[in-house]
């Protein structure tokens, strides 16, 4: 709606109108009615709301505050994401502590790394190494890390006590994790600018869809 660009579902957010007249943000796809979809990233979100593009895709006098409905979409696709966390140990595709990672990091079992945005920087180089080492020498892509949570929250996501390492493992979840994940990029980074050892994380793809 921001670009006027036909884009990939995966890498937009859909909103649509509550029973009260207000715009919320449709995270999880299951909320009826008429929806209309943005590029998930804050300065596109930013632009709708700016041009009035809500009012016309939605047919209604609306327009949301700009601050207010995107912290509500960033809190969603954390969320979302938490979520995926919770399902993907329940599948049985998902490590966690640094010895459970490290276990699986040495198998090439992992796909995506999970690392505290407020864990310390020596267990997560550590495991970082010894995931990348494993997975190229494997001929699998680089595991990417998603730093975007406390260790706490990871903790309650997995039902466990604080948690600072996990990994998911390769397997259907994956995908899906991924796509979440560069949804929740366009909000808040998954690389915290304040780890030390930000630069030496792989970097994740563009977000953009096919056009």
């Known amino acids: 709606m921001a670009s006027g660009e036909t884009r990939d579902p995966d890498v937009m957010v859909r909103y649509v109108l509550s029973p009260d007249g207000e715009v919320v943000a449709d995270v999880f796809g299951k909320l009826p009615g008429r929806g209309v979809w943005v590029s998930a990233d804050e300065a596109s979100l930013r632009k709708a709301v700016k041009t009035g593009g809500f009012a016309r895709g939605l047919k209604a006098k609306v327009k949301p505050d700009a601050d207010a409905l995107m912290v509500q979409t960033r809190d969603g696709l954390r969320r979302q994401m938490l979520r995926h966390l919770t399902?993907?140990?329940?599948?049985?595709?998902?490590?966690?502590?640094?010895?459970?990672?490290?276990?699986?990091?040495?198998?090439?079992?992992?796909?995506l790394r999970i690392e505290a945005s407020d864990g310390a920087d020596?267990?997560?180089?550590?495991l970082r190494t010894l995931s990348l080492a494993t997975a190229r020498e494997l001929d699998r892509p680089d595991p990417l890390a998603i730093g975007a949570f406390s260790a706490a929250e990871i903790g309650e996501a997995l039902g466990r006590e604080?948690?600072?390492?996990?990994?998911?493992?390769?397997g259907p979840v994956v995908a899906q994790i991924k796509q979440a994940a560069q949804r929740l990029a366009g909000f808040t980074p998954l690389i915290p600018a304040d780890w030390p050892d930000a630069k030496h994380e792989p970097s994740w793809p563009d977000r953009k869809g096919p056009e």
């Open 87 to 111: 399902m993907a140990r329940k599948a049985g595709r998902l490590a966690f502590g640094e010895v459970g990672v490290r276990e699986a990091a040495a198998r090439g079992d992992v796909a």
């Open 122 to 126: 020596k267990g997560r180089g550590k």
């Open 162 to 170: 604080p948690v600072v390492h996990a990994a998911i493992l390769f």
